[in-house]
């Protein structure tokens, strides 16, 4: 079974800096892909960012970016500039073809001003 | 428009109760969720139903019930509600199988259930 970690509970970063949340993963699968949520104090799931594991590339989304490293199963997420409003729990995911989205722990964002 | 929506947002019921919590989609999606938050806010998948058929059924206690009238709805009931029970409730939906993945999953927003 697919596992994702998030080894990082909680993480606290100043308004204007860059702060990086982990995530490592387990799979035997090499096709899959791999997402980052937020859920700010509203409770609603959003959609942060997203990268299909067999594109090199790393995906960016404005302030929002991915280090991919498939043999090591790591997936971080680097917020830049962060933002008052980044202030959340991010979750990292995992899903395949079956239909199954699994997620880590979570790590709770503050941005201080 | 409201893509993945659930009623209701907050329900505080007492135990032994039976309640439903209905969710409907309108992005014409073929794949439905049901997963629970806990109070670590451990997100578990519980149930998911492609075009009304269960595909996935994780070990959640037979007083939860999940019914599909149409892929555009997963209604989810539960019997003899149990303290244990508290935690938020959300229903999700995803385009379908294979590359239609990289989508991700659309959710709503919630319901959260507080047995007393």
């Known amino acids: 079974a697919q596992t994702v970690t998030q080894s990082q509970p909680e993480m606290s970063v100043q308004e204007a800096e860059t702060v990086t949340l982990s995530c490592t993963y387990d799979t035997s699968e090499s096709n899959y892909y791999l997402f980052w949520y937020k859920q700010p104090p509203s409770r609603q799931m959003i959609l942060v960012i997203r990268q299909e594991a067999y594109k090199q590339q790393n995906a960016t989304e404005n302030r929002f970016s991915v280090n991919f490293q498939k043999a090591a199963k790591s997936f971080s997420l680097k917020i830049s500039d962060s933002q008052l409003g980044d202030t959340a729990m991010y979750f990292c995911?995992?899903?395949?073809?079956?239909?199954?989205?699994?997620f880590g722990a979570g790590t709770r964002l503050t941005v201080k001003p | 428009d409201t893509a993945v929506s659930q009623t209701p947002k907050y329900l505080v019921t007492q135990m032994g109760n039976d309640k439903s919590i209905k969710c409907e989609q309108n992005l014409g999606h073929d794949t439905m969720y049901w997963y629970k938050q806990d109070s670590k806010k451990f997100l578990k998948i519980m149930f998911s139903?492609?075009?009304?058929?269960?595909?996935i059924n994780e070990t959640v206690p037979n007083r939860f019930s999940p019914k599909s009238p149409d892929k555009a709805h997963l209604n989810l009931h539960i019997n003899s509600l149990e303290l244990g029970d508290s935690a938020v409730y959300f229903c999700?939906?995803?385009?379908?199988?294979?590359?239609?993945?990289?989508?991700?999953?659309?959710f709503g927003s919630g319901t959260r259930l507080t047995v007393v």
């Open positions: 999700a939906s995803s385009q379908g199988t294979g590359g239609n993945q990289i989508h991700g999953y659309t």
């Open positions: 139903y492609n075009n009304k058929e269960l595909i």
């Open positions: 995911a995992f899903t395949n073809n079956n239909n199954d989205m699994r």
